[in-house]
Structure formats: C-alpha cells, structure tokens
C-alpha cells in the first residue's frame, strides 16, 4: 500500500520559519493538501492541488511538491499555528486516499 | 454554509457491526462537483482515510478494511452512511465524515477535503 512520511514533532520559535516534509514514493507525480489540526477541532485544509491556498488561509502558509517529497512552509509562524499538520493524497495504484503520519508543530 | 453531523452508537461491543450516518445541510449530496468521505482518528493518534462515494455510483475504500466496509447514501435524505462489520478494539475512533470538493475526477484526481463534520466517538469493548 502506499505510504506517505511524516516527521513526527518540528519546533520553531515564533517569528520564524517551520517546514514539514512529507515523503511518498513519486509523491511529486501525485497533488498533495495540507491540513491543520487543532487539539480537541476537526482538520481544516490550509494547502490543496500542491501549492494552493483556500479563501481565509493565511499568505503565510505554502507549499512545493516535488521528486518524492511535498513540503509545507509556514513564514513568520505564530503561536495560533501550534497544532498537528498530515498531508494527504490520492493513489490512483490502489485507487485510495493516504494520509501522512502526522507532524507535530510546536512554537516554542 | 456546508454542515455535516455524524450520529453513531457510540459504545459497541466486539463483533458488532458499526453503522454510522453523515447528515448534510448546506449542499446536496447529489451534486457532481462533491465526493463524501469517512475519516477515522483513533484517540491521541493520525487520520486514516475509510472510504469516499459519489452520488454518481463511484465508491472507494481504504484496501485494509475494504471486506468490511459498505458506503452508501441517500439523496432523498441528503445523508450517507458507513457499516464496518465485525468490529474490534482497534475500530475504536472519532469518526468524521467529510466532503471532498473535486477538481479534476482525474486522471489525474484532483481534490480536497473542504468541510469536515465535528466528528463521533466510537469506542469498541467488551
């Protein structure tokens, strides 16, 4: 089945930047999203189709997608950002969605 | 706005079959531009991905549970539902159900998991 990587915990003071990886194999040939999780909320997506922002998502959040590894950018990261992030994408092999493991990010 | 309630049993016992409804407000279940999901969270633990339909017919499922599972749903209604049979401790999750906005029905498949109901806590034991 396919699989997609995540580092479980990333720390990144307030003001600075925080970058999550996500590694599946040929991930750049898929599109990956992004989505936060706050403790005790249900996801939201902050990244779509790779690098696309939904409305209300802030300039702050991006992302690349490439070779066998998508990765989240968060700029000038706050203490709000503090949450859980999975990346996810559609295998069209297995005909499934996958989630990523799961990051941690916490701002120290 | 886009509303989506899960109603579950809450506690059941091994062997059981889960049964699990996704009502949504807001939108139309029948709509081509939306697929319907499950997503599981198990307690202190990750997303895992359960199954997606469309109103069109399409069903998919996470191929580790695929022989327990049937997606359905019900456009009089505007509801879909889930049934995980034979159920153990390790079913034991908040189930969510979610819509995804499709982009492209591919290939390539482009979409994403735009709204996504508060969840239901499922604990499973005996």
């Known amino acids: 089945s396919y699989e997609l990587t995540q580092p479980p915990s990333v720390s990144v003071s307030p003001g600075q930047t925080a970058n999550i990886a996500c590694s599946g194999d040929?991930?750049?040939?898929?599109?990956a999203s992004w989505y936060q999780q706050r403790p005790g909320h249900s996801p939201v997506v902050v990244i779509y189709?790779?690098?696309k922002r939904p409305s209300g998502i802030p300039e702050r959040f991006s992302a690349s997608n490439s070779g066998n590894t998508a990765t989240l950018t968060i700029s000038g990261t706050q203490a709000m950002d503090e949450a859980d992030y999975y990346c996810?994408?559609?295998?069209?092999?297995?005909?499934?969605?996958?989630f990523g493991t799961g990051t941690k990010v916490t701002v120290l | 706005q886009l509303q989506l309630q899960e109603s579950g049993p809450g506690l059941m016992k091994p062997s059981e079959t889960l049964s699990l409804t996704c009502s949504v407000s807001?939108?139309?279940?029948?709509?081509?531009?939306?697929?319907w999901g499950w997503i599981r969270q198990p307690p202190g633990k990750g997303l895992e991905w359960i199954a997606t339909?469309?109103?069109?017919?399409?069903?998919y499922y996470n191929p580790s549970l695929k022989s327990r599972l049937t997606i359905s749903g019900d456009t009089s209604k505007n509801q879909y539902y889930l049934k995980l049979r034979s159920v153990t401790a390790a079913d034991s999750a908040i189930y969510h159900c979610?819509?995804?906005?499709?982009?492209?029905?591919?290939?390539?498949?482009?979409?994403?998991?735009?709204?996504w109901g508060q969840g239901t806590l499922v604990t499973v034991s005996s």
């Open positions: 979610a819509r995804h906005t499709i982009i492209s029905a591919g290939p390539p498949r482009i979409d994403f998991l735009d709204s």
């Open positions: 807001g939108g139309s279940i029948s709509s081509s531009r939306y697929f």
């Open positions: 339909f469309s109103s069109t017919g399409l069903t």
């Open positions: 040929g991930l750049g040939n898929k599109y």
């Open positions: 189709e790779d690098t």
């Open positions: 996810q994408a559609w295998d069209s092999d297995t005909a499934s969605y996958v």
